[in-house]
């Protein structure tokens, strides 16, 4: 179980780490499903550039492409890989040392 | 080089007060409120509710699970960030255990690497849907009127 969580964690991350990429997801996230004309429209990048991040980001699953208005094909952000990635942050995220120390703290006043 | 996914945290502390004043700290809304939360409401048996508001107003909800006064106390909470009707969560277990004039406390939270990613898929289309049908409800509503 744990190396596919881990696969899937890092190809999240991985997406994540460049900018081109995180502009489009949140482009994604905003303004819902949308083709490579509609990014290249709405960012500041060339259509062939954004082509190759999304081939990229359907590869590790990060978003579906699914059929759209003319034929055009429609890219669908999907929240499943995130949230696993949100685990691994999640898990960093649960702060018990400090939690602890101020319990300690908290039962040493008299 | 590949590093594990982290599922369990887990540390010990040693407190200066006996495992009945520890038990207080953790088991009711004023001891929870005076280190864990700003505010604390807490249903204490199992199955009880219970609820934690952090500094910025963000409130946890959390299931209490073992009440063993005044050894274990077990509850839990949901991961963060995730949508309403996940069923994730993670399970929290404080152990109290006797030490000279205090208290050993070890604190045990599990289940950071639960993968339920096909049924997430399937919740995530099922909102998809839900959303879509909704928004043409909405449009038919508004096209009427």
Redesign the interface.
Known sequence: MAPDLEAIAEQVFVALADPTRRAILAALATDGPSTATDLAARLPITRQAIAKHLALMVDAGLITPEPGERRRVRYRLQSAPVQVAQQFLAALAHDWDNRLAALQKYLATP | M??????R?E?T?K???PPR??WA?LTTAE?LS???GEQATIDLRPGGAATMTFAGGMTVDMRVERVEEPAVFAYTWR?????DD?P?R?YVEFTLEPDGNGTL?R?V?TG????P?ET??ET?DSHCEGWTRELAELATHIDGS
């Open positions: 590949t590093s594990p996914f982290p599922d945290i540390r502390v407190l200066a007060r004043d520890v700290a001891g005076a280190w864990f991961l963060p960030d995730l949508p996940d994730r993670t406390l604190v939270e950071f690497a639960q993968l990613v997430r898929r995530y």
